[in-house]
C-alpha cells in the first residue's frame, strides 16, 4: 500500500508554473508575440473575471426601435420602390378595356351619319364584339335558335376574308385585331334584329324590309369606320359591298 500512495502523490504533485511555459517557449523558439500575447491573457483571467473578445463587447449605442420595426437612422439611405402603386395604371387599362372609347364606339355604330374618330376606331378592342356576339346567340336562342356556332364560325370566316380584302385594297394595311373590333362593333344592329324576332315572326314582308335595312345599316357603319381608320377616302361603296354580304349571312340565321 505504501507503494501506491507514493505512485499517487507523485502522479498528482508536479513543480510545473509558468516560468517553465516561458522558458519552455523561448527553448523551443516560440515566437515571442505569441507568449506575450498568452501572458497578456492570463493577467487579465487572474485579475477577475473570464477573457471577452472586443467583437462580443456591447456597444455603447443602444437599440431605440421595435420589434420587427429598425430603428430609423438619417445617415442609412432608404431604400424604396421606383414606382409606387399609385402610379400604377389600372387594371382595366392593363387589360385594354377602355369604357369611354367603348361607348364612342358604340355611339359611331348606332349613328352612320357621325364621323368616326379615326385614332380611337384603329385600336384592338375585342371587349364589345365579344359582348354583342354573345347578345346575338342569347337573343336567337330565346327565339328557338341554337346558333351560337355558327356566329363565332361565320364571325372568325368573315374576319379572315376582310383583313386579306382590305390588306389589297389600303396603303397601309390592317390588323386582324381591327378587323374584328369593327366588324364585331356594327354587329349591334343585328342584334337588334335579333331581339325583334323574339317579339314577332320575320318570315313576311315586313320582317325582310326590316332585315334588308338592318343588313344596309350594319355595311355602311362598318365601310365609314373602315375608311376612316385606312385612310380610304372614295372607296365607301366597295368596302360595303362584301360588308353586307357578311351581314346578310347573319340576317339569315335571324329571319330563317
Given amino acids: 500500500m505504501s507503494s501506491f500512495e507514493q505512485f499517487h502523490i507523485d502522479f498528482y504533485q508536479s513543480n510545473y508554473a509558468i516560468e517553465d511555459q516561458e522558458e519552455g517557449c523561448n527553448s523551443y523558439g516560440s515566437d515571442k508575440n505569441l507568449c506575450e500575447r498568452r501572458k497578456s491573457q492570463a493577467e487579465k483571467q487572474s485579475a477577475g473575471g473570464a477573457f471577452v473578445p472586443s467583437d462580443m463587447l456591447p456597444s455603447s449605442q443602444s437599440y431605440s426601435g421595435q420589434i420587427l420595426q429598425p430603428a430609423y437612422s438619417p445617415d442609412t439611405p432608404q431604400l424604396g420602390y421606383v414606382d409606387g402603386f399609385d402610379e400604377e395604371p389600372p387594371l382595366l387599362e392593363e387589360l385594354g378595356i377602355n369604357f369611354e372609347h367603348i361607348w364612342q364606339k358604340t355611339l359611331t355604330v348606332l349613328n352612320p351619319m357621325k364621323p368616326a374618330d379615326g385614332s380611337i376606331m384603329n385600336e384592338t378592342d375585342l371587349t364589345g364584339p365579344l359582348v354583342f356576339c354573345l347578345a346575338l346567340g342569347a337573343t336567337l336562342l330565346m327565339a328557338g335558335k341554337v346558333h351560337f356556332g355558327y356566329v363565332y364560325g361565320m364571325s372568325?370566316?368573315?374576319?379572315?376574308?376582310?383583313?386579306?380584302?382590305?390588306?389589297?385594297?389600303?396603303?397601309?394595311?390592317?390588323?386582324?385585331?381591327?378587323?374584328?373590333s369593327v366588324l364585331g362593333y356594327c354587329l349591334l344592329p343585328m342584334v337588334i334584329l335579333s331581339s325583334s324576332a323574339v317579339v314577332f315572326s320575320l318570315q313576311g314582308t315586313p320582317g325582310t324590309v326590316l332585315a334588308l335595312f338592318i343588313i344596309g345599316w350594319c355595311s355602311l357603319s362598318a365601310s365609314k369606320i373602315f375608311t376612316s381608320a385606312l385612310a380610304m377616302e372614295g372607296q365607301q361603296l366597295l368596302i360595303a359591298y362584301p360588308c353586307a354580304l357578311l351581314y346578310g349571312l347573319f340576317a339569315l340565321l335571324t329571319v330563317f
Avoid: D
Wanted: aromatic share 0%; hydrophobic share 55%; glycine share 12%.
Fill in 156 to 180: 372568325a370566316i368573315g374576319c379572315l376574308a376582310m383583313h386579306a380584302l382590305l390588306n389589297l385594297m389600303s396603303v397601309s394595311g390592317v390588323s386582324h385585331g381591327c378587323v374584328a
